[in-house]
């Protein structure tokens, strides 16, 4: 009997700690339904650097063999590499064992499948269904085999950012091995004492600093657009208004998603955007089927910065316009609850524009907001932004009154 936990079934993903909420006997039987589901020949498996991820891939792979599926092992890899080698190695889908950015002790699955010759993200719910279906009964002819997406996937980011092989990345980097491995085949990494780049645990986010300040994702996305002369651009709605008047006034089409990867690479999909940015740190490329690559955003940075001859604070100066806050989180009990707080800041500011794209978004001249439920926590997220820095704490102690 495998053992879960109903809880791990999230948004995007399954989630949850290893040995308490699920074990691998839960990863043979979903690897074995989602090979059924898919009526799959060939399927990926990759992890992550997390402890327990070799026994569970092994478990994933396992299932993929009992469907009779020929299944590639990727080893221990980034998501986006992940992504990667689902799209170019001829597969129908896998699974990535990987919990992000949560602790060590906790660890998931992301599941993707080939539509059309793009990758999409199956949300926890339909794997939910996929994993009590009544699928899976054996068929011989499954075979393993492993597979290095190193050379490829480096190969694929260089042509993509027109990087020349070699060129030194002056920039300091705080990365899991999967991404190091690519950037040494890309040039040598000289660590500058300005720039600085970090990784999130699985790859697929990055974030820039420069002289120790953190540089806005949105921000940082605006710019590349302008820069790169982007003919249209996908963007969550937490981010900055500044991203909305710089289109609208330079006639840049701009796709407004719900935010998270499953809403992001759907939008990409749809509107065939260059690219794609999340205020987390999330890049999507049109030229990796609308998926991430941070490697790809690295060196489009670096190439920008070496072009221009300016620091990527000064590159992004003109941008910062507004003062906005963290990502607040108000702790709720169910999404019943957000339901009734979302609708008395409907009645609270109903003279003001309103989007319901993803929670509440409100446009009150001199300030606006985002509100939403979180798909991950009991929580609800808040970003406020404002004219004026001095009215910024002023409106967040209103809202977050409101939302208490």
Not at 15 to 30: C, I, K, P, S
Not at 148 to 156: L, M
Not at 269 to 279: C, M, N, P, T, Y
């Amino acid at each position: 009997m495998e053992l879960v936990h109903p809880a791990i079934f999230r948004a995007y993903d399954i989630r949850g700690v290893y040995g308490t909420d699920f074990d691998a006997a839960f990863a043979q039987r979903l690897g074995r339904h989602l090979a059924a589901h898919l009526s799959a020949t060939v399927l990926v498996v990759g992890r992550d650097g997390r402890p327990s991820g070799p026994e569970l891939a092994h478990a994933v792979a396992d299932g993929f063999l009992h469907a009779g599926t020929r299944v590639i092992d990727v080893g221990e890899v980034s998501s986006p590499q992940f992504y990667w080698a689902v799209r170019t190695l001829g597969a129908q889908g896998g699974i990535m064992v990987t919990a992000s950015h949560n602790p060590a002790d906790q660890n998931g699955f992301k599941a993707v499948a080939m539509h059309g010759g793009l990758v999409d993200v199956i949300g926890g719910h339909e794997l939910r269904q996929i994993y009590d279906s009544h699928g899976g009964a054996h068929r011989p002819g499954g075979k393993l085999e492993a597979h290095d997406v190193v050379p490829g996937y480096a190969a694929a980011v260089s042509y993509a950012a027109s990087w020349q092989g070699g060129v030194e990345i002056p920039c300091a980097i705080q990365a899991p091995r999967a991404i190091t491995r690519v950037l040494e085949r890309l040039g040598p990494v000289a660590p500058d004492q300005n720039l600085a780049a970090r990784f999130d645990a699985d790859g697929d986010r990055i974030m820039f600093f420069d002289h120790g300040e953190s540089v806005p994702p949105d921000l940082l996305l605006v710019m590349l657009v302008q820069r790169l002369q982007f003919s249209s651009v996908v963007a969550d709605i937490r981010c900055s208004r500044i991203m909305a008047e710089w289109c609208g006034s330079h006639g840049v089409p701009l796709i407004r998603s719900r935010v998270g990867r499953l809403y992001m690479t759907q939008a990409m999909h749809r509107s065939g955007a260059a690219v794609g940015g999340e205020l987390s740190g999330h890049f999507y490329w049109k030229s990796f089927g609308g998926m991430e690559s941070p490697e790809l955003t690295l060196l489009t940075v670096m190439g920008v910065i070496r072009e221009s001859r300016i620091s990527l604070n000064e590159l992004i100066a003109p941008y910062r316009k507004y003062f906005r806050s963290d990502e607040l989180s108000v702790p709720i009990h169910d999404h019943k609850q957000a339901a009734q707080v979302i609708g008395l800041l409907e009645q609270r500011y109903r003279g003001c524009p309103m989007d319901r794209t993803d929670g509440l978004s409100v446009d009150c001249d001199d300030f606006w907001f985002n509100v939403r439920p979180s798909n991950t926590e009991a929580v609800l997220r808040l970003v406020v932004e404002s004219k004026r820095k001095d009215l910024l704490e002023r409106r967040i102690q209103e809202v977050r009154g409101l939302l208490h």
